[in-house]
């Protein structure tokens, strides 16, 4: 059964840097695109940021451009958000998630919980 | 950039057909895929291209698309639908993905 932990989530003032990390388990990580994906509290879905199975191909939610860079290590099947000059309004649970056919994300993790307040 | 709207609440008595819908400016030529997500829990995919069911979804979930709306039914609803919906596009042209706001579905 496909596995994504997602860790790192924490609270941070803003301005403030934080890495987040996704472990992938029980599937063939690299074959797979994958996606961050966040929730504010109360609020509803956000799709952040995509990276290709290959992390040839990256793309970016306007809000995160600049600020969020995603990447991954396939050599140890992890997915991880960069994220800089973090803001209130990043307050959120920060899912991974990775796609399936036709860009739907077939499996996605519990997520974490980043909290940006001073 | 790309808007999908979605009614942000339906309510339904059990045993009765849910409809929820996802409205997008020529909706009908992207494939549109739904994730229920209930209290506490990360979202679950229902629907993926516009009308398939992965493994272990039940037969009760469907959906369409055509025009400028798609939608998810849910047949014989059960007090265990309760949840909030969101529809979810790939914008092709763009690179990026689009989640509608979300419906949440109140069974009576």
């Known amino acids: 059964q496909v596995h994504l932990v997602e860790s790192g989530g924490e609270l941070v003032q803003p301005g403030r840097s934080l890495r987040i990390s996704c472990a992938a388990s029980?599937?063939?990580?690299?074959?797979?695109?994958m996606n961050w994906v966040r929730q504010a509290p109360g609020k509803g879905l956000e799709w952040v940021a995509y990276?290709?199975?290959?992390?040839?191909?990256?793309y970016y939610a306007d809000f995160a451009k600049g600020r969020l860079t995603i990447s991954r290590d396939n050599s140890n099947n992890r997915l991880f958000l960069q994220m800089n000059s973090l803001r209130p309004d990043d307050t959120a649970l920060y899912y991974c998630?990775?796609?399936?056919?036709?860009?739907?994300?077939?499996?996605w993790g519990q997520g974490t919980l980043v909290t940006v307040s001073s | 950039s790309y808007v999908l709207t979605q009614p942000p609440s339906v309510s339904v008595a059990p045993g009765e057909t849910a409809r929820i819908p996802c409205g997008g400016t020529n909706l009908g030529g992207k494939s549109v895929h739904w994730y229920q997500q209930k209290p506490g829990q990360a979202p679950v995919l229902v629907i993926y291209?516009?009308?398939a069911r992965p493994s272990g979804i039940p037969e009760r979930f469907s959906g369409s698309n055509s025009g400028s709306q798609a939608s998810l039914t849910i047949s014989r609803v059960e007090a265990g639908d309760e949840a909030d919906y969101y529809c979810q596009v790939w914008e092709t042209g763009s690179g990026l993905r689009v989640f509608g706001g979300g419906t949440k579905l109140t069974v009576l």
């Open positions: 291209s516009d009308v």
């Open positions: 998630a990775r796609e399936g056919e036709g860009g739907s994300l077939d499996y």
């Open positions: 029980e599937f063939y990580f690299s074959r797979y695109n």
């Open positions: 990276t290709s199975r290959d992390a040839v191909i990256k």
